[in-house]
C-alpha cells in the first residue's frame, strides 16, 4: 500500500521546576489525512537507514495511534521518529524520511521545505478606484452606420465618483485641443455638427489618477431634407406647374448626410376639409385615390426626420383636380 504522507510539525519546550531537571520536548505531529485514519509512530536514539533493510541497533519505541494527529514527549536520547499509515487487514503504508525530534519552536530546521507551513500572505486590500460616469441616455447608436456613436444633446456631463477621499479635479481634452480643468461635476457643450473625440480623467483629494477615457462620437444639428417624386404621367404647363393624370402617383423622399434618414411624416387634407393626423409615408400616394375622396383641391404636408430626432420644418404641397373633360 503506497500512500504518501505530507505532515507538518512544532516542538516545544516546557521548563520543568527544578533547575536540576532536563526540558521536556513535546513533539506535535498534525498529518495530512482524514481524522479517523490509522498511524504507526516510532521513535529512534540512532537514525535508522532510509535506503537499507538493515536498521539500527537499537530497537525503536513503538506508538500506535488513531487520528491524523499526536502529540508525544520524546525521551532525552530519542533524536529521530518516522511515520507511517496502517490500512486494513494488516496492511502498511510506506515509511516517511526520517525527522529529527530537536526542532526549535518556528524553525523548520531539519524538516524538508515541502512539509513546512509557510505563513498565508493577507492580500492588501484595493484601493476604490476613481471613476468618471458620462450617461448613455445623451447618445444614440446608428447600426446603419457602423455602430457610430452620435449626440443627441447640446452638452455631455461629466460625473466623476469617488468614495475614498473625494474628488480634487477633473480633466478633459475635446479632439487636438489644450486639457482643461473642472473642480466636480461639469457638463460640456457641443453645439456645433462634426466629428469628435473626449479624453477625459478623474483625479481624486489622496492623488489617485483614472486612467485616461476616450470617448469617438459625431454630433449632428442639421435636419434631413424630403422632396416631392412624380411616378407616371407628367406633363408641364404654363407657369412651371405640373399637370397629373388620375393614373400618377406621388413619391415623398428624403436624406441626410450624417446620421441617415430614419422617416417621413405625412398628412393630408381636402379642400376646406379637417387635416389628418402625421403618419409615417410607406407606400406612394395614388391620384385617383384623392380624386375619389376629394372635390376640388386637396393639399399634403410632410417632412423628414434624422436619427438623431433632427426635424425638417414641415412642407406643403397644394393639388387642384380637374374635371373628366380637361
Known amino acids: 500500500m503506497k500512500q504518501k504522507l505530507l505532515f507538518i510539525f512544532t516542538v516545544c519546550t516546557l521548563i520543568l521546576s527544578s533547575l536540576d531537571s532536563k526540558p521536556k520536548r513535546e513533539l506535535r505531529i498534525l498529518i495530512d489525512a482524514e481524522a479517523d485514519a490509522n498511524f504507526e509512530l516510532e521513535l529512534w536514539q540512532e537514525k535508522p537507514s532510509e535506503t537499507e533493510a538493515s536498521i539500527a541497533p537499537k530497537p525503536p519505541e513503538v506508538i500506535q495511534f488513531k487520528g491524523n494527529r499526536i502529540t508525544v514527549t520524546p525521551k532525552d536520547d530519542f533524536e529521530y521518529f518516522r511515520v507511517r499509515r496502517l490500512g486494513e487487514y494488516g496492511a502498511k503504508g510506506f515509511w516517511t524520511q526520517v525527522f529529527s525530534t530537536n526542532v526549535d519552536p518556528g524553525s523548520p530546521l531539519s524538516v524538508p521545505k515541502e512539509f513546512v507551513t509557510k505563513k498565508a500572505i493577507e492580500p492588501k486590500p484595493i484601493p476604490k478606484k476613481v471613476a468618471t460616469v458620462i450617461s448613455n441616455d445623451s447618445f444614440v447608436i446608428v447600426k446603419e452606420k457602423e455602430d457610430i456613436r452620435y449626440l443627441t444633446k447640446d452638452t455631455i456631463t461629466v460625473s466623476?465618483?469617488?468614495?475614498?477621499?473625494?474628488?480634487?479635479?477633473?480633466?478633459?481634452?475635446?479632439?487636438?485641443?489644450?486639457?482643461?480643468?473642472?473642480?466636480?461635476?461639469?457638463?460640456?457643450?457641443?453645439?456645433?455638427?462634426?466629428?469628435?473625440?473626449?479624453?477625459?480623467?478623474?483625479?481624486?483629494?489622496?492623488?489617485?489618477?483614472?486612467?485616461?477615457?476616450?470617448?469617438?462620437?459625431?454630433?449632428?444639428?442639421?435636419?434631413?431634407?424630403?422632396?416631392?417624386?412624380?411616378?407616371?404621367?407628367?406633363?408641364?404647363?404654363?407657369?412651371?406647374?405640373?399637370?397629373?393624370?388620375?393614373?400618377?402617383?406621388?413619391?415623398?423622399?428624403?436624406?441626410?448626410?450624417?446620421?441617415?434618414?430614419?422617416?417621413?411624416?405625412?398628412?393630408?387634407?381636402?379642400?376646406?376639409?379637417?387635416?389628418?393626423?402625421?403618419?409615417?409615408?410607406?407606400?406612394?400616394?395614388?391620384?385617383?385615390?384623392?380624386?375619389?375622396?376629394?372635390?376640388?383641391?386637396?393639399?399634403?404636408?410632410?417632412?423628414?426626420?434624422?436619427?438623431?430626432?433632427?426635424?425638417?420644418?414641415?412642407k406643403s404641397l397644394l393639388f387642384q383636380l380637374g374635371s373628366e373633360s380637361n
Open 160 to 314: 466623476p465618483i469617488d468614495d475614498a477621499s473625494g474628488i480634487s479635479e477633473v480633466r478633459y481634452r475635446i479632439n487636438d485641443g489644450q486639457w482643461n480643468s473642472a473642480k466636480s461635476l461639469t457638463s460640456i457643450p457641443f453645439t456645433e455638427e462634426g466629428d469628435y473625440k473626449l479624453l477625459y480623467f478623474s483625479v481624486d483629494k489622496a492623488g489617485n489618477k483614472e486612467a485616461v477615457q476616450i470617448l469617438d462620437f459625431i454630433r449632428d444639428t442639421k435636419p434631413p431634407t424630403s422632396k416631392v417624386e412624380w411616378v407616371g404621367p407628367i406633363a408641364k404647363g404654363k407657369g412651371n406647374v405640373n399637370f397629373l393624370s388620375p393614373e400618377s402617383k406621388i413619391r415623398l423622399v428624403g436624406s441626410d448626410n450624417r446620421s441617415g434618414l430614419k422617416d417621413i411624416f405625412y398628412s393630408t387634407t381636402c379642400q376646406s376639409g379637417k387635416q389628418s393626423e402625421f403618419k409615417p409615408f410607406s407606400t406612394d400616394l395614388s391620384i385617383l385615390d384623392f380624386k375619389a375622396e376629394c372635390k376640388g383641391s386637396f393639399q399634403i404636408f410632410y417632412y423628414a426626420v434624422d436619427q438623431v430626432g433632427n426635424e425638417e420644418p414641415v
